[in-house]
């Protein structure tokens, strides 16, 4: 297993090390911690948590949205954009990536050039390991957010994309990602906005479901999702005069119908890709919505600058840049916390 330089214990800031002979096989520290390796990735949290659906809902639709497998450039147009146009910006640098799902970002920066450190608060790593494990300078493990095992300002780019309105504090989600930006390095993310919106039947849908356990709410959630799709279709595709009950059905169906979004995909993929984020928009436990002002305020907070926020994609989208000097105060102030600590 390749350990890429910024990995550390969560305890201690210390390096990790793999022992070829453990078994079961795991990373340990020189003060003594160890982190379990399953299926070959290292687990820093448990999985049972508010985001086991999505562990349970990308290791299902494994490749439903990697560009490798539509043959379409959707996931590179948004991530480039992200970028700020182009992924050539990523080539020999390292990105951490927060939130990896199954991997549609993190082989499009693979294959850019980057040094990808993926991570992922779910059972997700293991589709985003399964999809991305053949390309050179690929970490992937398990992760909080708010706990991530790095080094602090040690990576060129931190990404999260379609992650942060679903942690418990959007706020304090990107002060930790902020963390982990280089001096001149780049925070990127997106957050959804008051414009997304829900009709009545998502919305009771939802209270329902995320009160349910994962296994319970995804077979439900999807069955729900492919009974209605045959109606969605063939309002779509006109047929028998069906199309004047597409306005109401799409203002009343929980459904969500990409049917009119995405004409570069094949009916079966867009009927997948509609029945994923169908689920996606109906269990996710946390749903948090931002203006721009309050999305540049936080990053203003966080001491980042050259702020680019904008509406778009999902509702905002953001690039901020870490300063050298508030990099530097940091560092210096958490060498003397370790003076102190160490003289007592």
Known sequence: MHLPPQL????????????PVDSPPALRCPAGCSVAVVRDVPRFVDSSNYASGFGLQWNTFRKTQLDSYTGTTISRDRLARCFGGSLDVVRDKTVLEVGCGAGRF??????????????????????????CRGWPNYFVCQADARQLPVVPHSFDFVICIGVIQHTPAPEGTISALALKVKPGGMLIIDHYSHSYVQNFMQRNLRRLLIRLPA??????????????????????????????????????????????HFPQLSDELVSEWSILDTHDALTDYYKHLRTREEIEVCLRSCGLTELEVSYGGNGIEARARMPAARAGREAGARAKESCVWHSR
Not at 221 to 248: C, E, Q
């Open 215 to 260: 296994r319970i709410a995804k077979p439900l959630t999807i069955g729900l999702a492919r009974a209605l799709l045959p109606m969605h279709r063939f309002t779509w595709k006109n047929r028998r005069g069906l199309w004047r009950l597409r306005a109401p059905l799409l203002r009343h169906s929980p459904f969500i119908d990409y049917h009119d």
């Open 8 to 19: 550390c214990c969560l305890k201690h800031s210390q390096p990790l090390t793999a022992d």
């Open 106 to 131: 993190t082989e499009l920066m693979l294959g850019a050039g980057a040094h990808v450190f993926a991570c992922d608060l779910s059972q997700a790593v293991e589709a985003n390991y399964e999809n």
